[in-house]
């Protein structure tokens, strides 16, 4: 353990220096287009009044971005009323827009009052369905246990969701299928589920002829827009809270209706839907430009390449010794192989978020869980390498006089270094796929067009993170094997099995 906490250290420092140490002033957004809109409708209205601030788009659901922003690695971000009340402060009884502000201001966050509309959960399933079965109400779904449920993963967990909306109507259905929200309408579409969660500013409502059932115990509460923000933002970037507090009140239902179905139907950027909006009802020129595609490629790829590079060295430095003790020791290494199958066993994304309570959001838990997931394949091949030297080398060395560094330096690392090298490129190759999922936590990436292209059902931008992914990952097995073909001389290179 005291090992791992020094090599998280080193990470952060690394990372620290690569990424700067000033003080950014950021809004964030959750993963979906609601969010991402009013992130950038309030990144462009400080920016039009001269505030430096930049956007983290899609950071994933509602504990991540709540955990920056009372860690301070985000300042501000949309959120709901009824999120607040029945998922963060869940227990505490907060029914007023004051006992909520109470409760925010004791963890050093403020609230601006409602910007104008609400976004309340509700339950939808397509109408030509909810007519053939006389379905109306939530109430009417205990009659139809055959009802197939698939819910977003957010909602099957959240304190305001599907365990609670179950309690409160005594629902029959036990099994449901969990699914990301936006995928859910697709589903929907296909008929491989019959009902599922809505949020009543969504586009596809209408769209897709939806039938949204009437909440007739009045279980959902209201979920007004809000902009949350740090306490201390008013002193450091002032202009950035005027303007949260101009967007109360401006964003009728309506129009937030007409955002959302302009970005998720019409494939229009949420950055120029936002500056639409800001132009036609504040009349303020928003900065809703788009860089160029071929600039925005690179940029994915300079982040992509800075995952991998820093957590695949940082591995390879750790690793390769675990892996002599491995082989040196055979107690301790049955522990140590033990340790990092176990730790690969974590699935990646768990391991993401389990990184951010210790290092926030970003590229630094985005670098450490690359890190851990490397350690396996080069800790298994070296170990494998030196096991699998002829024990008639190794006396040979020993007869020669030579002491048990220099016969490991010079005789046994590069008996087993083509062992060693199949390792880092494994641990290469699968790091350049892993690294997609950083883009969940603000870290950037080929994951960052790959997270919107689900988003908006859009297969051009899948296609714009997965193709250059896969490039990459050629390019890095190509570019080791070439490696192993120069240092590694023909009688001793490994041969594929057959």
Same mark, same amino acid.
């Given at each position: ?8 250290l080193a990470i952060s420092l690394v990372a620290a220096v690569v990424s700067g140490c000033s003080r950014r002033v950021v809004v964030a957004s959750k993963a979906f287009t609601e969010s991402v809109i009013l992130g950038d409708i309030a990144t462009q209205l400080a920016q039009s009044d001269g505030q430096e601030v930049v956007h983290k ?67 939808g399933m397509r109408g030509e369905l909810a007519d053939r079965l006389h379905v109306r109400s939530i109430s009417d779904l205990r009659h139809h246990p055959e009802i197939r449920f698939g ?153 992509? +390449?800075? =995952?991998?590079?820093? @957590?695949?060295? %940082?591995? $390879?430095?750790?690793?390769?010794? #675990?892996? &002599?003790?491995? !082989? ?84 046994? +690392?590069? =008996?087993?270094?083509? @062992?060693?090298? %199949?390792? $880092?490129?494994?641990?290469?190759? #699968?790091? &350049?796929?892993? !690294? ?63």
């Amino acid at each position: 353990m005291r090992l791992a906490r020094h090599v998280i250290l080193a990470i952060s420092l690394v990372a620290a220096v690569v990424s700067g140490c000033s003080r950014r002033v950021v809004v964030a957004s959750k993963a979906f287009t609601e969010s991402v809109i009013l992130g950038d409708i309030a990144t462009q209205l400080a920016q039009s009044d001269g505030q430096e601030v930049v956007h983290k788009r899609q950071l994933g659901g509602t504990r991540v971005v709540w955990d920056a922003l009372l860690q301070g690695q985000v300042d501000a971000y949309p959120e709901y009323t009824g999120t607040l009340t029945n998922e963060i402060f869940a227990g505490q009884n907060l029914r007023d827009p004051e006992s909520l502000r109470k409760a925010l201001s004791a963890k050093g966050v403020e609230m601006t009052r409602s910007l104008g509309f609400s976004d309340s959960y509700a339950l939808g399933m397509r109408g030509e369905l909810a007519d053939r079965l006389h379905v109306r109400s939530i109430s009417d779904l205990r009659h139809h246990p055959e009802i197939r449920f698939g819910f977003s993963n957010e909602f099957i967990d959240r304190g305001d969701g599907w365990p609670a909306l179950r309690t409160a109507y005594g629902l029959p259905q036990e099994k449901v299928t969990g699914l990301d929200h936006d995928l859910a309408y697709r589903a929907l579409d296909k008929g491989s589920i019959d009902l599922t969660d809505l949020y009543s500013t969504d586009a596809e409502i209408a769209y897709s002829h939806l039938r949204v059932l009437e909440d007739d115990q009045h279980h959902f509460p209201d979920y007004q827009a809000v902009f949350l923000y740090r306490s201390d933002l008013g002193q450091r970037a002032p202009k950035l809270v005027a303007a949260l507090h101009q967007l109360e009140g401006r964003i009728p239902q309506p129009d937030m209706i007409a955002m959302n179905e302009q970005a998720k139907i019409g494939k229009t950027p949420e950055a120029q839907v936002a500056g639409d909006f800001l132009a036609r009802s504040l009349h303020i020129s928003g900065t809703s430009a788009a860089p160029l595609e071929w600039h925005q490629i690179l940029l994915w790829t300079f982040e992509h +390449l800075q =995952l991998v590079a820093v @957590s695949l060295a %940082a591995a $390879i430095v750790i690793a390769i010794p #675990l892996g &002599v003790l491995a !082989a040196s020791y055979p107690r301790a290494g049955q522990m140590i192989l033990g340790a990092v199958a176990a730790i690969y066993t974590i699935p990646s994304l768990a391991l993401l978020v389990f990184m951010i309570p210790l290092l926030g959001i970003g590229w630094k838990p985005a670098v450490t869980a690359l890190f851990l997931y490397s350690l396996l394949p080069i800790v298994r091949n070296t170990h494998a390498g030196l096991k699998g030297i002829s024990p008639a080398v190794r006396e040979s060395a020993a007869a020669m006089g030579l002491p048990p560094m220099a016969r490991l330096r010079r005789v046994e +690392l590069p =008996l087993a270094l083509p @062992s060693i090298l %199949a390792g $880092i490129q494994t641990s290469a190759v #699968l790091n &350049v796929g892993t !690294a997609t999922l950083g883009a969940l936590i603000g870290a950037g990436g080929y994951g960052q067009p790959i997270l919107t292209g689900i988003r908006l059902d859009s297969t051009r931008l899948i296609l714009e993170g997965a193709i250059p992914a896969a490039v990459m990952a050629l390019m890095v097995q190509g570019a080791f094997e070439l490696f192993g073909r120069l240092v590694i001389p023909r009688g001793m290179r490994l041969r594929p099995s057959d």
